[in-house]
C-alpha cells in the first residue's frame, strides 16, 4: 500500500517501504516513476532478497506524487529535501541511496548539502558529462512536452521525450515544468570534499552521460563500473549494475 510524506512546501510525496534492514533510499529518473524506474525491473527483490529495506519515492510530478505545473515548485535542492522528507516520514536519520539520472542529480546535492544523512551513495546514469554540465536541452525538451500538437516537434531528443511522457499515468505538463526547474551542478573541487563512499554505474554505450570513471574519480572515495552493451534505458535493470551496488553496500 502507497503512504504518504509532505513536504515543506506541502506537496504530498508518495513512496513504498518494502522489507527490514538496513535501508536504501530510491529516487527514480526523470519521467518515470519507482514502480518504473526501480520495482518492474526488479529492485526491490535484489535489495530486499540481499537483506535491505527498500524505501522508494516517486519524486513530486511523477508516479502517484503531486504534480504541480509550477517550475518554481521543482528544481535540485526543492527535490532533495523532499527525500529527506520521506526519510523523516518513515524515521531514518541515515540511509543508502541510490539515484539514477535525475535521481542521480538529486542524489548529488543531497550528498553535498546533508552529508549526514546518507551512509553510501549509488549512482546511475550519470557520469562523465555531470562535470561542467549545462541544460542547453532543457527549454528544448519542455517545449516539446507543452506543444498542443506534437506533429510540430522537429527536435528528435524532444519527440522521444514528448513519447515518453505521454505512457498512462504521467502528467506531460508536470513533467516539463520538473524540466524547467532550476539546476545545480557542484564542480569538482565541490565533490571532492565529499568523504562518503560513492559508486557510480553507467551503461558502455550511454550517450547522455559519458563514462563513469572521471565522475568518480572527482569524489574523495569514488569507484567506477561500466555496463557493457547497455545504453541510459537498458542498464536500469541490468544484473552487473545489480552485482555491483550489492558488493558496494555490503562493503567496508
Known amino acids: 500500500m502507497t503512504d504518504f510524506a509532505i513536504a515543506p512546501d506541502g506537496t504530498k ?12 533510499v530510491l529516487v527514480h529518473g ?19 532478497g540481499a537483506g535491505y529495506q527498500v524505501i522508494a519515492m516517486d519524486c513530486r510530478g511523477h ?26 516520514a518513515v524515521g531514518l536519520e541515515t540511509a543508502h541511496l541510490m539515484g539514477y539520472s535525475m535521481g542521480g542529480y538529486i542524489g548529488v546535492h543531497l550528498l553535498l548539502e546533508s552529508p549526514d544523512r546518507v551512509l553510501k551513495f549509488a549512482i546511475g546514469g550519470v557520469g562523465e558529462t555531470y562535470l561542467g554540465r549545462t541544460f ?14 506534437k506533429s510540430t516537434i522537429t527536435d528528435p531528443t524532444g519527440r522521444t521525450f514528448r513519447e515518453f511522457a505521454e505512457q498512462p499515468g504521467k502528467d506531460r505538463l508536470a ?15 565541490q565533490l571532492a570534499l565529499s568523504t562518503r563512499p560513492v559508486l557510480v554505474v553507467c551503461g558502455e554505450t550511454d550517450q547522455l552521460t559519458g563514462a563513469p570513471g572521471p565522475l568518480a574519480d572527482a569524489f574523495e572515495d569514488g569507484r567506477a563500473v561500466t555496463v557493457a552493451r547497455r545504453d541510459h534505458m537498458t542498464t536500469v535493470g ?9 558488493e558496494f553496500f ?3
Open 136 to 149: 542547453g536541452s532543457q527549454n528544448v525538451i519542455a517545449d516539446a512536452l507543452e506543444a498542443e500538437d
Open 250 to 252: 555490503n562493503g567496508d
Open 30 to 48: 526523470f519521467g518515470a516513476s519507482r514502480i518504473q524506474n526501480w520495482k518492474a525491473p526488479g529492485w526491490y527483490d535484489t535489495l530486499t
Open 63 to 88: 508516479g502517484e506524487s503531486d504534480k504541480p505545473h509550477d517550475p518554481e515548485r521543482y528544481g535540485h535542492e526543492t527535490m532533495a529535501r523532499d527525500v529527506i522528507a520521506v526519510m523523516d
Open 238 to 246: 541490468d544484473k552487473v549494475y545489480k552485482n555491483a551496488v550489492l
Open 175 to 189: 513533467l516539463a515544468a520538473c524540466m524547467r526547474g532550476e539546476r545545480k551542478i557542484y564542480s569538482a573541487a
Open 13 to 24: 510525496l508518495a513512496y513504498d517501504v518494502a522489507a527490514t534492514g538496513t535501508p536504501v
